[in-house]
C-alpha cells in the first residue's frame, strides 16, 4: 500500500505507525536517498500491506455515535456498539488502516486487538463490557469480545478505518 506524507510526520513515525521496519521502507522506497528529506504529498510505499482500496471492505467510526459501522463494498453489513475515548484522551479522528492483530492481548484489551496505524491506537476488545457506550478509554476503539471477533474474521490487514467526530 502507499501511505501520503502528513504534515509533522518523518520515515521514522512512518515506520513506527505502519510496524514496519525503517530498512524494510527505505529498501521498498529507493528513490529516497536521504531519509531525512521526504516531502509532505510524497508517497511512500508500505511493504507487506495489501492496497486498501483493493479490499471490499471498510470501517466507519462514529466517535460521536459511539458505533462501528462495517461496509462491503459501501453497504452497510453490521453496526456494532463501541467505546471511544475520554476527554483527556480522545479516540483520533482521521484515515487510518488495520496493520495487524493480535488474538488475547492481555491485560484491559480483551479477546483481541487490531492494531491501527497510528502507534498506541487499536480495536479491540474489553474485559469490561458495560464500558461499551461510553467515552472511558485511553483512545482506543473498544468492542464487546464477541463483536471485535467477528469483526476480525471478516477484515483482512490492510483495511480502511475512518475515524469521525
Not at 462491503?72 to 471511544?84: E, L, R
Not at 479491540?124 to 474474521?153: F, W, Y
Request: hydrophobic share 40%; aromatic share 6%.
Amino acid at each position: 500500500m502507499y501511505h501520503i506524507v502528513l504534515p509533522g510526520e518523518s520515515l521514522s513515525i512512518i515506520a513506527k505507525n505502519f510496524r514496519v521496519p525503517l530498512a524494510s521502507i527505505l529498501a521498498a522506497n529507493p528513490t529516497i536517498t536521504n531519509p531525512s528529506m521526504i516531502y509532505v504529498g510524497q508517497r511512500i510505499l508500505i511493504p507487506g500491506l495489501p492496497d486498501p482500496n483493493q479490499i471490499p471492505y471498510q470501517i466507519i467510526v462514529s466517535k460521536g455515535g459511539r458505533t462501528l459501522t462495517l461496509y462491503m463494498n459501501g453497504v452497510v453489513q453490521k453496526t456494532y456498539p463501541i467505546a471511544v475515548g475520554k476527554m483527556l484522551t480522545e479516540t483520533p479522528s482521521g484515515e487510518f488502516v488495520i496493520v495487524n492483530r493480535q488474538p488475547n492481548p492481555g491485560g484491559p484489551y480483551g479477546a483481541m486487538w487490531l492494531s491501527l496505524s497510528k502507534a498506541g491506537y487499536g480495536i479491540h476488545g474489553t474485559n469490561n463490557p458495560s464500558s461499551i457506550g461510553q467515552s472511558v478509554s485511553k483512545g482506543c476503539i473498544r468492542m464487546h469480545n464477541h463483536d471485535v471477533l467477528e469483526l476480525a474474521r471478516i477484515v483482512p490487514n490492510g483495511t480502511k478505518v475512518i475515524i469521525r467526530p
